[in-house]
């Protein structure tokens, strides 16, 4: 079974959300046969490299509230993340394009490096008091840390068009299936799951998706002998 999952590394909701996901799929029962996709979702697509600011700020100018009503929703982002055993840092984070993230990401998928690249960037972004946003010496540091070769990395940073067009089509892809909002979860391409449930909700719907694949039905040919085939014992030999 493959469970693709639509995030943004500015997302403090996908942060929490693969936490939970997390959780539910370490005590399913058959994680072993799921496949774990991570797709690109960009908060703010088309945002300039260069255009950063303190999340506080961000949220006031974004959402029109105020300044006290964005640190209430930090702190309370920071206590979410608590129990679910995530670093936050509630105050002094900045906000700007994950452009570039996405981009290495889909390198390290290349590499089988995905998932732990992904987790780098997440507690770099979220839990580390020093900015991912801006610098490329940032982002190599912390893709190296996650296995992945250092001339391979800048290499896609210093060309804007590599992987360019896979982050594009992750977002339309996204757009296509309904998800406007992330973090999105997609079972089989047959559920979807919206938002940082909780666990029990993950593993309820793993438990649902895998439970519901369809056996592979076998076209006869109406032969009674069958077609040739190729097998464990050898191939079968027409006899003349």
Not at 23 to 49: C, T
Not at 68 to 75: L, M, R, S, V, W
Not at 142 to 157: I, M, P, Y
């Amino acid at each position: 079974m493959r469970v693709e999952i639509w995030s943004d590394i500015a997302c403090p909701w996908c942060y929490v959300g693969k936490a939970r996901f997390d959780k539910a799929l370490r005590d399913f029962p058959h994680r072993d046969e799921v496949e774990v996709v991570h797709r690109s979702f960009e908060l703010d697509p088309g945002r300039a490299k260069d255009d950063i600011q303190p999340v506080i700020t961000m949220l006031t100018r974004k959402y029109g509230m105020s300044a006290a009503q964005a640190e209430a929703g930090e702190d309370n982002l920071g206590a979410q993340a608590a129990a679910e055993g995530l670093d936050y840092r509630t105050r002094g984070r900045d906000h700007g394009s994950t452009f570039d993230m996405h981009r290495l990401l889909h390198l390290a998928k290349e590499h089988g490096r995905q998932e732990r690249l992904l987790d780098v960037l997440y507690r770099a972004n979220f839990a580390e008091e020093r900015s991912v946003f801006g610098e490329d010496e940032r982002l190599v540091e912390l893709a190296v840390a996650a296995g992945l070769d250092e001339d391979a990395v800048r290499g896609v940073l210093a060309d804007p068009e590599a992987y360019a067009a896979e982050v594009r089509a992750d977002e339309r892809e996204a757009a296509e299936l309904g998800a406007n909002g992330v973090p999105f979860f997609v079972l089989d391409r047959k559920y979807g799951v919206s938002g940082a449930q909780p666990a029990e909700v993950f593993a309820q719907a793993l438990t649902q998706a895998f439970g519901e694949r369809a056996p592979l039905k076998i076209v006869e040919s109406g032969s009674t002998d069958g077609a040739d085939v190729c097998g464990p014992d050898g191939c079968a030999v027409p006899q003349r």
